[in-house]
């Protein structure tokens, strides 16, 4: 008990030191950061990338849109992204998984051949946990094989 | 554990004997049905058991309807009734029971009555000659003992009929969801007893897998940041969470030699790795420039059946760990995955995506032949192998919510295993 009092009092210690120079924010952005920041983080986590089923290759239609977030991206360095790979209800947990995170390392990759700093992204697959909109049918499955963009610092 | 031991230890064995050497022959194709009589409890000649004789008889026939190979006599079609003379030959009446169909008959005798703490005898025959299977004393039985009596007679007797009586001495693990990104692991008897949840962690966990000697269970573990491998000690009943670079943690599994196989990232595509004894990376098992998941083994080691994308959509193939030969095993559909290895190694059981949801088929890797055992409706996943190699629980939606199902290595009708509420996934044996 006594370690984990420790290890949570040093990690809270060093959370507060990077405090001044980069903000966690899986929370919604808030007033202390500049409107040209906020709208950079809104650019890259509102447009999602969409794969058809059992694929994680990155369609032509999304490249322009994966060229606008890596410019934010490179532009204001202390932006950090999670992408996140997730696919529809229809395949099983386990090779949804996998494939989940091969459409997070599709995004990521493209992103790092754009210039992109490694270090400010990181990706993983939810697989099919985490639908973006719950039923059956194509409509609901094709919102749902997905990237999601979250900036998870700034 | 200890009490267990203690129990077995006291649990005196008379006469196990066989004089007849039935047998039911469960891998065969064409398995038989047997038909089993229990006899009415009794404390002495023609005086039924009452108290914990009539409890226990309810909780011994429970566990004799899972078994698909056996049909239970309807007490009302034995002429002169179940309650007998005696609890074994000369003054057991055998006849009544032949002409009731019954090829089996089971006694159960209290010495001392059936109240408090007292010893009970069950004994098995076979009709047409009288001849005893085997009979045990179970001394000093409370009513808190009654479901591990009848989970072990009922053991002794499938064992005595089978050659394997693993399905009542098993614990299914399996996960059971409370929301989205959110399910905990949870321990039941096949039979529905003993449910007990053994995590209670945030996050999603996914693909329990039990170590060779019940010790851990190792599953995957998904929060909102990352991947990790749980490992539940029975010893500690704490959950010790393991990361891995690259974020990738997917279906790991023990080999017979206490360490755990499990997809991870190699920087590229996921690649099963096996680990050591401490959980980490010793040698890789399979990779390639394809997705390679949900290893699988047969209780010698020696063969390792996988999900793999190499040939486009997902599909089954077995790896010989000896000489390194990968063959296809799956040959049929687009979409298979969930390989479970029957221990004896003759068998794959895997999940195929129907145009009506997943079903589940059996390839048989002696023969060659593929056969459909689960016709839902709904979907029928995450298939798993007893043991005995007979036995097979999955997952199923047919009855709407998501429950655990246990069928054979033949098919045949499912039988929901009890989970209490809460949709019911992954469920895996221990060994």
Redesign the interface.
Known sequence: MKRYALIFTLVMAITAGFGCAKKSA?AAYGDDISPELNAAIQQITDARVYFAF?KFDIKSEYKEMLKGKADLIKRYSTIRV?IEGNCDE??????N???G??RA?AAYEHLVTLGVNPGQL??????K???AVQGSGESAWSKNRRDDFRV?AH | MKKIFIFAILCACFNTTANAAMRVDIYGPGQNIVNLALAAPVTAPQIEATGMGRDLQQLVEQNLSFLPFLHLTNPRSVLGGTVLAGHEPPNLDFKRFQLAGSDILVTCYWPNGDSGIKAVQLRAFETNTGGRLFGKEYPRVTSNDLPEVADRFCSDLLEALTGSGTFFRSTLAFTKKTG??SANIWLVKPTGRDLRQITNIPG?T??PAWSPDGRFVVF?H?N????ALGVWDSNSKKVQRIPFPG??V??PAFMPDNKVAV?L?NG???VIFLLNHVFQKERILEQGNS?N??PTFDSAGTKMAF?SSRLG??QIFLKDLGTGTVTRVSKNGT?N??ANLSPDGTLVVF?R?TDYG?RIFVQDMVTGVERQISFGPGSD??PSFCADSYFIAFASTRRGGRGIYLTTRHGGEAKKVPTGGGPA??PRWSR
């Open positions: 899986d059992n999670r229809r395949g099983t947990q386990e090779y998984l996998a494939l995170e091969r390392r990181e990706a993983i697959s939810y697989g946990e985490n639908p998870v | 989205i990104m999603e996914l693909s995957s998904i909102p940041k990352s991947h974020n990738v997917i279906g997809a990232s590229n595509y996921p997705i998941v949900s999900t959509g997902p979409y995955t969930e999940s995506m997943h996943e995450q996934s992954f």
